[in-house]
């Protein structure tokens, strides 16, 4: 991030900026939000995984049936771990919401976006930039396009910040030429 000089002897840095680049309004993630992104997403990367407690139920399903080995406590033991897991992941997301240092990912930021980087600006003299090259994925949702960093970290980008119709469809240019978002057929 570029600082503001606390000397004024020094110099003042201000954010390089693109005059072609796409520019956004100032926009906060909220953290309901957030929780609900992050649990979307923690669901879409972790669907193989449900393949482990419905092989435990139908092994103990079929072990019941054939009277080899009928019990009921298997049922309890899936369902609770299952629930406890997912439990476990709301909680770490819930929590991040609250940690010092994810603080700036609750901040308002507006961005401009070019095909070089994504210039993520505080005001006009701070901001921070990310290369295209730290988008693990992106996609467009009903109401927003969603930019995702890694397992936690998301640029949530509602259609609303965005100045105009022209500006969306150069971000979404911008995107498909990244090979962030699939071109529709």
């Known amino acids: 991030m570029a600082k503001v000089s ?3 002897h020094q110099p003042v840095y201000q954010m390089p900026t693109n005059p072609a680049a796409v520019r956004t309004k100032k926009y906060a993630l909220p953290t309901k939000k957030y929780i609900t992104l992050a649990m ?8 193989k995984w449900v393949l ?11 072990l019941g049936i054939t009277g080899v080995y009928p019990n009921y406590w298997v049922y309890i033991t899936v369902f609770v771990g299952t629930l406890l897991y997912i ?11 609250q940690l010092a240092q994810y603080k700036p990912m609750f901040e308002k930021f507006s961005y401009e ?4 980087q994504i210039l993520m600006k ?18 467009k949702d009903k109401d927003a396009y969603v ?3 890694s397992k936690g970290q998301f640029v949530h980008l509602p259609f609303s910040i965005f100045t105009s119709e022209h ?14 978002l699939k071109a529709e057929k």
């Open 6 to 8: 606390v000397n004024k």
């Open 40 to 47: 979307r997403y923690f669901f879409k990367t972790q669907i």
């Open 52 to 62: 482990v407690p419905v092989a435990l139920i139908l092994i103990n399903a079929i």
């Open 87 to 97: 439990l476990f992941w709301v909680i770490q997301f819930t929590g991040i919401t």
């Open 113 to 116: 976006f070019d095909s070089r």
């Open 122 to 139: 505080l005001n006009h003299k701070e901001g921070n930039i990310m290369k295209w090259e730290q988008i693990l994925e992106g996609y």
């Open 147 to 149: 930019l995702v960093i």
């Open 167 to 180: 500006d969306i469809k150069v971000f979404e240019r911008i995107l498909k030429q990244k090979e962030l």
